[in-house]
Structures are given as C-alpha cells and as structure tokens.
C-alpha cells in the first residue's frame, strides 16, 4: 500500500499514530498565571537533546498545557506507570479551564524542587523544566498549522529510589507505559540489550 496524506488514506482508521509507536506519554503539568494546577497527557512526547537535556510536548492546539508553559515558562513531565493510567486517562478529559486535573482524577500532588508546577506525587520519574521554545508548526507551504510543540531544559529529576537498581534507571520496576496507535497503550516488560560496534557493556 501507498497513500498520500493530503489525498487521504482510504482506511478506516489513520495508521500514522500506530506507525508512528509506541511512543512516551507526555503527562505534562503546569500552573496558570493564577497559580492553578494543570494536568494533561500529550501523545507527541520525546526527548530532544541529550546535552543540554531537552524534551518537549506538542499539543493538537492551543491548550492549557501550552498557555500555561508559555506565560509562567515552566513544565514538569511526570512519568506514567501501570498503576498511573486510569488516572492519566482521566486528565485527559476536557475541563474548563482553571478545573484541577488532580483533583479531578483523585490524584496526590507534590511541590517541584526548582519550578512552580507541582509533579504528580506517585510517579515513578518527574522532570522539572524550564521552558526555551513554544513554536506554532508550520507546514511545508509555510502556513500555521494550529499546532504548537513546546520545548523545556530539564533543570531537576526526581527518581523514585526503588526504580534505581544498579545505578540504572529500571523500566521494568517502573511499569513504564507507551502511547501506541488508535486506543493502544504498551507496558514495558522485556529488555534488550544490544551493543554498538566496538562498544563495552555498561557496569555498575
């Protein structure tokens, strides 16, 4: 099968997202310029950069999570676990603004160390960030999209200290979950290992 996007894929469901997988979850949290507390999962997530260390969330409009990170400059990503997905997916419910996503999904909350935004409090991972970039994406005719990738600096980690095993960062003790196609979510629950040409195994 070939298809051109702009002539539409003839499918019943539009395979990019699942081609395109599995992904992070961006489970982003904010205040506004009130100082109230924003939560919402993105499905385009990653990481950036390495050095310095970047990430960023790109929202299918102009919503909370990037007026927020725009006006105060500020994010915090927050890991979503196994146990943290009902309540993820319920943050991703369309309340008006200023509603507490927390609240909302009976979620605990816990203050950053650096940044204003609070984390969500049984993440297995958080990220502070300070924001460097909000875009609004353009396409390749050079019009607005409508969508907007935002772009942090993590300047503060939090690891919960039982998903530290041998100095890593243990995927399997954190449940770590995936956005995949259509209403799909992956576990992480095997790893392996693969060595570069000429590269020696990591040691603790």
Not at 58 to 80: I, M, P, W
Not at 141 to 162: C, K, N, P, S
Not at 178 to 197: E, I, K, S, W
């Amino acid at each position: 099968m070939f298809y051109e996007p702009s002539h539409g894929h003839g499918l019943p469901f539009n395979p990019f997202k699942a081609i395109i997988a599995p992904r992070p979850i961006g489970w982003v949290s904010t205040i506004d310029g009130q100082g109230r507390p924003n939560l919402a999962p993105y499905s385009f997530f990653n990481a950036v950069s390495g050095v310095p260390e970047m990430i960023m969330f790109s929202s299918e409009g102009l919503k909370d999570s990037v007026r927020n990170a725009r006006e105060t400059g500020e994010f915090v990503y927050n890991l979503v676990s196994a146990s943290l997905m009902q309540a993820m997916n319920a943050t991703s419910a369309a309340l008006d603004p200023g509603e507490n996503e927390f609240e909302f999904a009976k979620l605990g909350s816990a203050p950053s160390r650096i940044v204003k935004p609070p984390r969500v409090a049984d993440t297995p991972a958080a990220l502070e960030c300070k924001v460097t970039a909000v875009n609004e994406l353009v396409d390749m005719h050079g019009e607005l999209t409508g969508r907007y990738m935002v772009i942090g600096q993590v300047v503060g980690v939090h690891i919960a200290d039982d998903c530290l095993v041998n100095g890593r960062f243990d995927m399997l003790k954190a449940q770590t979950m995936a956005r995949c196609g259509y209403q799909d979510y992956a576990q992480v629950t095997t790893l392996t290992q693969l060595l570069r040409p000429g590269e020696a195994p990591l040691k603790a």
